[in-house]
T-cell receptor, first 114, second 115 residues
Framework: AQKITQTQPGMFVQEKEAVTLDCTYD???????LFWYKQPSSGEMIFLIY????DQQNATEGRYSLNFQKARKSANLVISASQLGDSAMYFCAMSSGNNRKLIWGLGTSLAVNP | SAVISQKPSRDICQRGTSLTIQCQVD?????MFWYRQQPGQSLTLIAT?????????ESGFVIDKFPISRPNLTFSTLTVSNMSPEDSSIYLC????????????FGPGTRLTVL
C-alpha cells in the first residue's frame, strides 16, 4: 500500500539554525514523485520542493533541500537558516501511478523561536 | 506555476444550507482537484473535477453531498450541500499542470464554519 509517514507532530528550531523534517514513504511503483508543502496559519498550501524517484541529485530550492535516501525510502526536508516566517505546518506528499493523485502525510508543525 | 483564486475565502453558515465555492485559474489546466482539510488534520481528496464530464469522487464522498461542476479548463465549483457542523473545514482546490511532474498548485482555500 502507498503511504507517507511523518513521525514528528511538532518541531522547534532557533532562528537562523537549520532544521530537518522527516518523511518516509512506501510504494511498490518504481516511478514516483515526492513533494513538500508549507501551510501557514492562513491556510494556503504552498509548494516548496519536488524530488523524482529517478533524480540522481537531491533537489534544492533556495533554503530548502530534500535529503532523498531511496534505499531507506526517506525524503527529509532540510530548511537552512530558519526564519520566523518559516513557522507553519509542513506536509510531505507522494505521487505514483498514472492517476496523478497525491498521498499526504499527517504533517509536522514547525515553530521558529527568536 | 498557476495563479489560483477561490471565493469565498471564508464563510459561516447555518446547518442545512448549502455553499458553493468557486475556483478560478489564470490559465487552462488539465487537472483540477478538490480537497477537504478538517481541523488539525491532513488533506483528504474529495474528487477530481473533469472538464465536460462528471467528477470522479473518492471513497466516502458522493455527488449528492458535494456536487462539482467544471464547465471549462479554467473554472470549477464545489458545493457543500445540506451542511452540518462536521462539514466545518478548509476546502482547497488545486491544479495539475501538463508536464508538471504531478505537482499540484493550490488556491488560498475557503475556511468554512457550520453552526
Amino acid at each position: 500500500a502507498q503511504k507517507i509517514t511523518q513521525t514528528q507532530p511538532g518541531m522547534f528550531v532557533q532562528e537562523k539554525e537549520a532544521v530537518t523534517l522527516d518523511c518516509t514513504y512506501d510504494t511498490s511503483d518504481p516511478s514516483y514523485g515526492l513533494f513538500w508543502y508549507k501551510q501557514p496559519s492562513s491556510g494556503e498550501m504552498i509548494f516548496l520542493i519536488y524530488q523524482g524517484s529517478y533524480d540522481q541529485q537531491n533537489a534544492t530550492e533556495g533554503r530548502y533541500s530534500l535529503n532523498f535516501q531511496k534505499a531507506r525510502k526517506s525524503a527529509n526536508l532540510v530548511i537552512s537558516a530558519s526564519q520566523l516566517g518559516d513557522s507553519a505546518m509542513y506536509f510531505c506528499a507522494m505521487s505514483s501511478g498514472n492517476n496523478r493523485k497525491l498521498i499526504w502525510g499527517l504533517g509536522t508543525s514547525l515553530a521558529v523561536n527568536p | 506555476s498557476a495563479v489560483i483564486s477561490q471565493k469565498p475565502s471564508r464563510d459561516i453558515c447555518q446547518r442545512g444550507t448549502s455553499l458553493t465555492i468557486q475556483c478560478q485559474v489564470d490559465s487552462q489546466v488539465t487537472m483540477m482537484f478538490w480537497y477537504r482539510q478538517q481541523p488539525g488534520q491532513s488533506l483528504t481528496l474529495i474528487a477530481t473535477a473533469n472538464q465536460g464530464s462528471e467528477a470522479t469522487y473518492e471513497s466516502g464522498f458522493v455527488i449528492d453531498k458535494f456536487p462539482i461542476s467544471r464547465p471549462n479548463l479554467t473554472f470549477s465549483t464545489l458545493t457543500v450541500s445540506n451542511m452540518s457542523p462536521e462539514d466545518s473545514s478548509i476546502y482547497l482546490c488545486s491544479v495539475g499542470l501538463a508536464g508538471g511532474r504531478d505537482t499540484q498548485y493550490f488556491g488560498p482555500g475557503t475556511r468554512l464554519t457550520v453552526l
